[in-house]
């Protein structure tokens, strides 16, 4: 049972313009979420974080949002950058106990 | 020293065969985990060690055999593997047992024949 989903397989964006990938979970106990960025042949890379305690977080680019009564979070890329194409995945964990991943999102960010 | 390192890169293996796969960090990182994925999925936690000590077993094969010689290095033992098993096997490791904000290795793309 996926209790993190990402329903959206991939994502085609122009570069410069914003990338928003969206993430869904189902169990209320996640209080820790995570995006994970892979390129091919190479091993997840942590990207950016955000605790149940708030509601967004920025790292340069990259902004989290978490909407805890919807279960939902998204991951906005602004602008999108050609190195930016990944797969990226979701990443949700309760009482830093394992990660629960999404089956991740593919980017593909167009010139 | 940002790096979780894997070796091999890629594996083929027989069904009777036993392999190793290796992975080491010098992080000064307490916690270990492996992880497997499948095409088109997402990584599934297979073991955690902490401190050295195996914490967490996923309900793994016994075909599956984890060994955490010391606090940097992380091995995980194959004997008669499943065409199934064929996978990227993935490690981490995190400062503490909190699992957040681990560093992953690139993995190992292991194939059964």
């Known amino acids: 049972d996926q209790q993190v989903k990402q329903n959206s397989p991939s994502l085609s964006v122009q570069e410069g313009r914003i990338s928003i990938l969206n993430c869904d979970y189902t169990n209320s106990m996640f209080d820790y979420f995570l995006w994970y960025k892979k390129y091919p042949a190479e091993g997840p890379t942590f990207l950016i974080s955000i605790s149940s305690i708030k509601d967004k977080n920025e790292d340069g680019r990259f902004t989290v949002f978490l909407n805890k009564s919807a279960k939902h979070l998204s991951l906005h890329i602004v602008p999108s950058q050609p190195g930016d194409s990944a797969v990226y995945f979701c990443?949700?964990?309760?009482?830093?106990?394992?990660?629960?991943f999404g089956a991740g999102t593919t980017v593909t960010v167009r010139a | 020293d940002t790096e979780v390192t894997q070796t091999p890169k890629h594996l083929v293996m027989g069904m009777t065969n036993k392999k190793s796969l290796k992975c080491e960090q010098h992080m000064g990182h307490r916690a270990m985990y492996w992880y497997k994925q499948k095409a088109k999925k997402p990584p599934e936690l297979m073991f955690v060690y902490s401190y050295e000590k195996l914490s967490i077993n996923e309900s793994v094969p016994s075909r599956f055999s984890p060994e955490c010689p010391n606090s940097s290095l992380l091995n995980l033992h194959l004997h008669a593997l499943q065409p199934e098993d064929s996978a990227l096997y993935l490690c981490a490791s995190s400062l503490g047992q909190g699992i957040t904000e681990a560093f992953f290795g690139q993995g190992t793309r292991l194939t059964v024949v």
């Open positions: 990443a949700a964990s309760y009482n830093d106990y394992k990660l629960s």
